[in-house]
């Protein structure tokens, strides 16, 4: 065996055997979190196949909210609303993850719903400067010239790249609202 790949295995084999004390600690930083969400929403919309809950589930389980009433609800926002090409399932999701950190349970607290508005368009707005629309055929259109609304072509959609397109905008989705909740919660934090 080289020097080269002996310094490799030598490094990778503390994960090998679960030793991960033996490893050095790299604290988080923002940006780390936000390429987390945005690798897990990517990487989750591949495996599972439904873009409301991948962006809402990745935003979730870095920012450490999980909640499975939410998770379940966002099951039926897929393909922009049950698949009609309504509002993105991705939008959808992130407007979630951003209505579950900043809104709050008590329909008189107005400031609060205000707060959570301004966050909500802020993220529909940025969604818009990137993809045009937040209508799930409109972006589809935008990133694959086309839009998959017959399920006899879902084959052709997955070979000409429109799942990774889709997972793409997942992926975006998710780091722009969890940018949005982290903004809001450091603004709320030193009082602004």
């Not at 990517?42 to 990745?58: D, E, K, Q, V």
């Not at 698949?83 to 400031?111: H, K, N, P, W, Y």
Request: a negative charge; glycine letters at 12%; charged letters at 20%.
């Amino acid at each position: 065996m080289d020097k080269g790949k002996a310094g490799l295995e030598q490094a990778l084999n503390p994960v090998r055997r679960a030793q991960y004390g033996a490893l050095p600690f790299v604290a988080a930083t923002r940006e780390k979190i936000l390429d987390a969400i945005a690798q897990t929403a990517f990487t989750s919309l591949g495996a599972y196949g439904n873009c409301c809950r991948s962006t809402l589930w990745a935003i979730q389980i870095h920012l450490r909210r999980e909640d499975n009433a939410t998770l379940r609800a966002a099951a039926v926002l897929a393909g922009g609303i049950c698949g009609t090409g309504q509002s993105c399932g991705a939008v959808l999701g992130g407007l979630m993850a951003i209505g579950e950190a900043v809104a709050s349970e008590d329909f008189r607290e107005v400031d609060v719903y205000q707060a959570a508005n301004a966050a909500a368009k802020e993220f529909t707005d940025r969604i818009r400067e990137l993809f045009g629309s937040t209508n799930c055929f409109d972006i589809q259109e935008a990133i694959m010239g086309w839009h998959c609304d017959d399920p006899s072509r879902g084959q052709e959609w997955v070979n000409d790249g429109g799942a990774t397109a889709c997972a793409g905008v997942c992926s975006q989705a998710a780091r722009l609202a969890a940018a949005i909740i982290l903004d809001q919660e450091g603004a709320a934090s030193h009082g602004g």
